[in-house]
């Protein structure tokens, strides 16, 4: 799982021009800010559900908001749809049915776009996932985070272990493609508990898995009243036995904490998260929803109202966007950098010129320091994050920060 709001800060306005000659694939986010309960450790936006959820207003408010952006993304095609959160699963079959059917009545969808839901294991139902599939879900993520009691416990998730692979037994049943969220240096949490988990995920053969480490993000419970967390040390020896267990099962790992399982002809890797970080757009519509809109002479963010109530209340009155920024053109090397170097595979350098509108040569110093510092390679046609430059992702994205 990634959410757009953790993709970089707004920036401030500049009206530099951008000099695209063309534009890179459009994708769209939709954020549902309602969970259950929220979890210590999460920052993403969103509310535990106290009074129910207004969800026919609020599909409608979604539909309001895609309208109202259509004129910035006229005549392009979305190549993939990620429903997050929150728990989108909270949320009818009906519902999604009728979102997914007002999207295409009103944007070219591409015939073979992915389109994801985040779920909760707390919220399968047969049935209802079954509908999710008839109305055009084609992959699931699941929050399973851990396969431990204890360790689900101390997360404050609402689910257990049977309801785990409970999720995953019905998600396999309908969906051929589908994804497992877990973290590890979780609290109190030994090697071998981790390898436990990995071990279960594995097994319970899933297209994708997500492996984050835990992190105590400000403005959560856990940044207040911080556990006891594994040592530097032994996270990292469990960061290197998840990459070689899954590569010994087959995985390729494409991204900082994305696996997918290797295939001759289908290709597993999140389509959605790959166009985040190869610096793709993005509409995002939703509560506190974040995007990333590019034009030929410029590249704007923009963001939602977080609070639910705040949004379907502009919503109501023709508009919930809280602020549109264009990108200056000198953070534009430290943006692109941001999201293409998550990737083990870097990116082609004939992408950063495609993706900024900017030369090469606007990084080519920074680019050769990182490799005299061995965080970096290249050759005639692309640049990689070394094995190094993977262990220190954020000294190596710093290399980039604009004056």
């Given at each position: 799982?990634?959410?757009?709001?953790?993709?970089?800060?707004?920036?401030?306005?500049?009206?530099?021009?951008?000099?695209?000659t063309a534009?890179?694939?459009?994708?769209?986010?939709?954020?549902?800010?309602?969970?259950?309960?929220?979890?210590?450790?999460c920052?993403f936006?969103?509310?535990?559900?106290?009074?129910?959820?207004?969800?026919?207003r609020y599909?409608?408010?979604?539909?309001?908001?895609?309208?109202s952006?259509l004129?910035q993304?006229?005549?392009?095609?979305?190549?993939?749809i990620?429903?997050?959160?929150?728990?989108?699963?909270?949320?009818?079959?009906?519902?999604?049915?009728?979102?997914?059917?007002?999207?295409?009545?009103?944007?070219?969808?591409?015939p073979d776009?992915?389109?994801t839901?985040?779920?909760?294991?707390g919220?399968?139902?047969?049935?209802?996932f079954?509908?999710?599939?008839a109305?055009?879900?084609?992959?699931?993520?699941?929050?399973?985070?851990?396969?431990n009691?204890?360790h689900?416990?101390a997360?404050g998730r609402?689910?257990?272990?049977?309801e785990?692979?409970r999720?995953?037994?019905?998600?396999?049943?309908?969906?051929?493609?589908?994804?497992?969220?877990?973290?590890?240096?979780?609290?109190?949490?030994?090697?071998?508990?981790?390898?436990?988990d990995?071990?279960?995920?594995i097994?319970?053969g899933?297209?994708?898995?997500?492996?984050y480490?835990?992190?105590?993000?400000p403005n959560t419970?856990f940044?207040r009243?911080p556990?006891?967390?594994?040592d530097?040390?032994?996270?990292?020896?469990m960061?290197?036995?998840?990459?070689?267990k899954?590569a010994?099962?087959?995985?390729?790992?494409?991204?900082?904490?994305?696996?997918?399982k290797?295939?001759?002809?289908?290709?597993h890797?999140?389509?959605h998260?790959?166009?985040?970080?190869?610096?793709?757009?993005?509409?995002?519509?939703g509560?506190?929803a974040?995007?990333?809109?590019?034009?030929?002479d410029?590249?704007?963010?923009?963001?939602r109202?977080?609070?639910p109530?705040?949004?379907?209340?502009?919503?109501?009155m023709?508009?919930?966007?809280?602020?549109?920024e264009i990108?200056?053109?000198?953070?534009?090397?430290?943006?692109?950098?941001?999201?293409?170097?998550?990737?083990?595979?870097?990116?082609?350098?004939a992408?950063?010129?495609?993706?900024t509108?900017?030369p090469m040569s606007?990084?080519?110093?920074e680019?050769e320091?990182?490799?005299t510092e061995?965080l970096?390679?290249?050759?005639l046609?692309h640049?990689?994050?070394?094995?190094?430059?993977?262990r220190?992702l954020?000294?190596?994205?710093?290399?980039?920060?604009?004056?």
């Amino acid at each position: 799982m990634l959410s757009p709001h953790l993709l970089g800060p707004m920036q401030t306005v500049s009206f530099s021009q951008s000099g695209l000659t063309a534009l890179p694939p459009l994708a769209l986010y939709i954020h549902f800010p309602w969970c259950v309960r929220k979890c210590p450790y999460c920052d993403f936006n969103s509310h535990a559900v106290k009074d129910g959820i207004p969800e026919q207003r609020y599909i409608d408010a979604l539909i309001a908001d895609l309208e109202s952006n259509l004129p910035q993304v006229w005549g392009r095609s979305v190549s993939s749809i990620f429903m997050g959160g929150g728990t989108p699963s909270l949320f009818s079959a009906a519902s999604m049915d009728r979102l997914l059917e007002a999207i295409r009545a009103r944007i070219k969808l591409n015939p073979d776009a992915e389109i994801t839901l985040e779920a909760n294991p707390g919220t399968f139902e047969v049935e209802k996932f079954a509908g999710y599939r008839a109305a055009g879900i084609n992959r699931l993520s699941i929050g399973i985070q851990s396969f431990n009691a204890t360790h689900l416990s101390a997360l404050g998730r609402i689910h257990n272990r049977d309801e785990a692979l409970r999720a995953i037994e019905i998600a396999a049943q309908h969906f051929d493609n589908f994804n497992l969220d877990l973290m590890y240096a979780l609290p109190k949490q030994t090697l071998a508990e981790a390898e436990a988990d990995i071990d279960q995920a594995i097994a319970c053969g899933s297209t994708h898995l997500s492996a984050y480490h835990l992190t105590l993000e400000p403005n959560t419970l856990f940044h207040r009243y911080p556990p006891a967390l594994p040592d530097d040390d032994l996270a990292a020896d469990m960061q290197e036995m998840i990459e070689a267990k899954l590569a010994q099962a087959g995985f390729g790992h494409y991204e900082t904490s994305a696996f997918y399982k290797q295939h001759p002809t289908k290709d597993h890797r999140s389509q959605h998260n790959l166009n985040y970080w190869q610096f793709g757009d993005y509409l995002g519509i939703g509560a506190g929803a974040h995007g990333k809109i590019s034009f030929h002479d410029k590249i704007i963010r923009q963001a939602r109202f977080k609070q639910p109530t705040e949004y379907l209340a502009k919503m109501a009155m023709g508009s919930a966007l809280q602020s549109e920024e264009i990108i200056e053109k000198s953070a534009l090397p430290f943006e692109f950098m941001l999201n293409t170097l998550r990737l083990t595979g870097g990116f082609p350098i004939a992408l950063f010129s495609e993706r900024t509108g900017l030369p090469m040569s606007k990084i080519v110093y920074e680019i050769e320091r990182a490799c005299t510092e061995g965080l970096l390679e290249r050759d005639l046609h692309h640049v990689r994050p070394t094995l190094k430059g993977q262990r220190f992702l954020n000294v190596l994205m710093e290399r980039f920060l604009p004056d």
